[in-house]
């Protein structure tokens, strides 16, 4: 199969990470016969730099002309001080706009190997860490008018029943393909939008009889997934809550680094992307984590190219990687060997072996 792929390496740790994710797609492609084009994006930082935009109307259109987009990370100081609509941070934005990704959907999983990790104490991850939380990902507050007059700062929240229905049946059809649980997580106690986010959830809950449905607020929900993660299964809610929660998620795992994350919208052109930053504190010192775009990349290959044992292959060789003590500095525990980012790609696609 010939795949056109558009890479965004982005700023700080963007270019390390995504240089190993694109070794391991080429193995790949050579292991099972497939063509991999790349077609090099600029965003972000580098873009204001070049272009003086942060995401400019030809960069997206390689983007949306694509199969699916691969990116490392964008932001950074050096860009602090420009000013917000241009900042590199409203090329990501855009970027989720544009190719019309409604639904963010980020696993929280603990790999066996990183059970000490995690900063949970060892009985409640010993019970198990496995849910996907499902983000809304481009309504909400953080698309809502932005304003500051004088001394007030003005952000505004909206959703409509389409946008919440939308991404309400991506949680109850991700939930139905999994322990058939679902958690609808919004602050109806206080807010219009999440009590219309409610009333949807339960429409909708009558046509997946299968999936159980419950309700948490959100300041609740903080607390249960610290508290007893193995409760979740799927969570379902919207953007800014999805935001927090999620990168709450990957730290009881263990590391930031090692989640990855897909996007996607009504065709099967997705954004894939690790969860974290651009980590500017440690970028160009060859010791960022690069599993997280590397998952990044075997999801694509899962939920866009519908190749699945293609992405078996990726997650094998991750877990023989770490079967076999390599570390990179975030997840290093006594025992463990050091590696850096580079030395870590190259371990993975010694490890990659055709199912
Ligand atoms: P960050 O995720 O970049 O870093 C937080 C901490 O985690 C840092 O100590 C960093 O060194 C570490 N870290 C992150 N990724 C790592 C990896 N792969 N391996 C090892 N350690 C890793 O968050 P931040 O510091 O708050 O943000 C830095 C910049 O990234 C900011 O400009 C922010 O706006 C931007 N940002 C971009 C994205 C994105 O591109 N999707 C997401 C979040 C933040």
């Known amino acids: 199969m010939v795949k056109n792929i558009a890479v965004i390496r982005g700023d700080g740790i963007g270019p390390e990470i995504v240089d190993q994710a694109l070794k391991v797609l080429d193995k790949v492609a050579e292991l099972y016969g497939h063509t991999f084009n790349y077609t090099d994006v600029d965003m972000g930082g580098c873009a204001i730099d070049k272009y003086g935009d942060p995401l400019p109307e030809h960069e ?9 987009v691969l990116l490392g990370a964008v932001g950074g100081n050096k860009w602090n001080d420009v000013p917000g609509h241009m900042r590199p941070e409203k090329g990501l934005l855009r970027l989720r706009a ?19 990790a995690s900063p949970l104490k060892k009985e409640i991850v010993d019970k198990g860490i496995d849910f996907i939380i499902v983000r ?10 932005h304003k500051t007059e004088g001394d007030v700062a003005t952000d505004v929240l909206t959703y409509s029943e389409s946008e919440i229905e939308r991404i309400g049946r991506i949680g109850f059809e991700t939930a139905q393909k999994r322990n058939k649980k679902l958690c609808s997580v919004e602050k109806s106690n206080v807010l219009d939008s999440s009590r219309l986010w ?11 009889p299968e999936v159980e449905l419950s309700d948490m607020l959100v300041d609740n929900c903080a607390m249960q997934i610290v508290k007893n993660p193995a409760q979740f299964d799927v969570i379902v809610t919207e953007n800014m809550f999805g935001d927090i929660l999620s990168d709450e998620a990957s730290m009881i795992t263990g590391s ?12 099967t052109c ?15 010192m060859d010791v960022a984590n690069p599993i997280g775009t590397i998952l990044s990349a075997a999801m694509m290959l899962r939920f866009s190219f519908d190749m699945p044992c293609e992405a078996d292959t990726i997650e094998n060789a991750v877990s023989a990687y770490l079967d076999a003590g390599y570390r990179t500095a975030d997840i290093m525990s006594e025992g463990g060997t ?10 993975i696609i010694q490890n990659l072996r055709k199912g």
């Open 60 to 68: 997206l259109k390689k983007c949306v002309e694509s199969d699916s």
């Open 98 to 116: 544009g190719m019309g990704v409604y639904s963010n959907n980020r696993p929280a999983k603990i790999w066996p190997q990183l059970s000490d």
């Open 136 to 145: 809304e990902l481009i309504g909400g507050i953080y698309f809502g008018e």
């Open 198 to 208: 409610k009333k949807v959830m339960h429409r909708l809950a009558e046509e997946y």
């Open 256 to 267: 930031i680094g090692m989640i990855p994350s897909s996007s996607l919208g009504a065709t």
């Open 270 to 284: 997705g954004l894939y992307e690790p969860i974290h930053g651009s980590a500017p504190d440690i970028a160009g």
């Open 338 to 347: 050091l590696v850096g980012c580079r030395q870590c790609g190259e371990l």
